[in-house]
Nanobody, 124 residues
Framework: QVQLVESGGGLVQAGGSLRLSCAASGRTFSNYAMGWFRQAPGKEREFVAHITWSGGSSTYYADSVKGRFTISRDNAKNTVYLQKNKMKPENTAVYYC????????????????WGQGTQVTVSS
């Protein structure tokens, strides 16, 4: 059974930093690309970042987070991370990780399994 479990959410002040983790189990982690998405109240789920599956992992970001967020993965720990710096109140959302077997995509429906999400709240 595939499971993705996010952690690391919480309350942070604007300008602060937070690192989210997503621990995967149930299949060979290094064979899958990973993505982070977020969903704010009343809004659709939106793409945040993507990292390819193995080797010299390539990364992709939404324009709104480029230069502030960094996605990385540790295949030995079956974990993907999202380092968030210079956070803004508009970054408040539930953050989800998801996995996907294929090339880069920012479409949520192209991802296979999802975690339960972790709440991130940025105060002004």
């Amino acid at each position: 059974q595939v499971q993705l479990v996010e952690s690391g959410g919480g309350l942070v002040q604007a300008g602060g930093s937070l690192r989210l983790s997503c621990a995967a189990s149930g299949r060979t982690f290094s064979n899958y690309a990973m993505g982070w998405f977020r969903q704010a109240p009343g809004k659709e789920r939106e793409f945040v970042a993507h990292i390819t599956w193995s080797g010299g992992s390539s990364t992709y970001y939404a324009d709104s987070v480029k230069g502030r967020f960094t996605i990385s993965r540790d295949n030995a720990k079956n974990t993907v991370y999202l380092q968030k710096n210079k956070m803004k109140p508009e970054n408040t959302a539930v953050y989800y990780c998801a996995d996907q077997r294929g090339g880069y995509t920012d479409r949520a429906r192209s991802y296979d399994y999802w975690g339960q999400g972790t709440q991130v709240t940025v105060s002004s």
